[in-house]
């Protein structure tokens, strides 16, 4: 089944500066790769996503990477702000099974 | 438009007890997947049901099981539970089996075994 591995675990940034969050995953035919964002005591909530047809998208201050060649997808964060502290998780999906793995999370604090 | 629910919020049991925890849909979404979130990990995939039907089942024993109703909504039953069942559980919808459309999550369920 599908491994998906995600790093750093745990992010410290300062306010303004950018985060990036980097994970690789197994199976080649995932094609669906959803970052979600976690506050603490909270649901997971998407904030980007992005199917195997694209290299990149970007929403304002967050932008997704995937290289399909390598199995690995990233999520970039500029001018980060204090609200943007939580935990986030990436997952991968494969079309057919509809099983969405997710990574282990990664801890990011925004240091005002 | 209403998001997706669950009940009941917290839950304390003893193992070998059984548990049944509820989800409700959001509003015009038939397909609903069930995560076990352990403290500190990601969600772990349980299973989905898609129109009352189990569509794909994750690396978790028969012991868990599920059903969906025709509104939609859906139960996860956990029998003989497991000190290692503590976890919040979290229930997610969406629509249909296009793939890759957004799962929305609910609040979860938060079960300690004792």
């Known amino acids: 089944g599908e491994n998906v591995e995600q790093h750093p675990s745990t992010l410290s940034v300062q306010e303004g500066d950018s985060a990036v969050i980097k994970c690789t995953y197994s199976?080649?035919?995932?094609?669906?790769f959803p970052w979600y964002k976690q506050e603490l005591g909270k649901r997971p909530q998407l904030i980007i996503d992005?199917?195997?047809?694209?290299g990149e998208k970007k929403d304002q201050r967050i932008a997704v990477t995937l290289n399909k060649t390598a199995k690995h997808f990233s999520l970039h964060i500029t001018e980060t702000q204090p609200e943007d502290s939580a935990v986030y998780f990436c997952?991968?999906?494969?079309?057919?099974?509809?099983?969405?793995?997710f990574g282990t999370g990664t801890r990011l604090t925004i240091i005002p | 438009e209403t998001g997706v629910t669950q009940s009941p919020t917290h839950l304390i049991k003893t193992r070998g007890q059984q548990v049944t925890l509820r989800c409700s849909s959001q509003?015009?979404?038939?397909?609903v997947s069930w995560y076990q979130q352990a403290l500190g990990q990601g969600p772990q995939f349980i299973f989905q049901?898609?129109?009352?039907?189990?569509?794909g089942r994750g690396n978790f024993p028969p012991r868990f099981s599920g059903l969906q109703f025709p509104n939609y909504s859906s139960e996860l039953n956990v029998n003989a539970l497991e000190l290692d069942d503590s976890a919040l559980y979290l229930c997610?919808?969406?629509?249909?089996?296009?793939?890759?459309?957004?799962?929305?999550f609910g609040p979860g369920t938060r079960l300690t075994v004792l």
């Open positions: 997610a919808s969406s629509y249909g089996l296009a793939g890759g459309n957004e799962q929305f």
């Open positions: 199976d080649s035919a995932s094609n669906y």
């Open positions: 992005i199917r195997s047809n694209v």
């Open positions: 997952a991968a999906l494969n079309f057919g099974n509809e099983k969405l793995t």
């Open positions: 509003s015009g979404h038939n397909t």
């Open positions: 049901y898609y129109r009352e039907e189990e569509n």
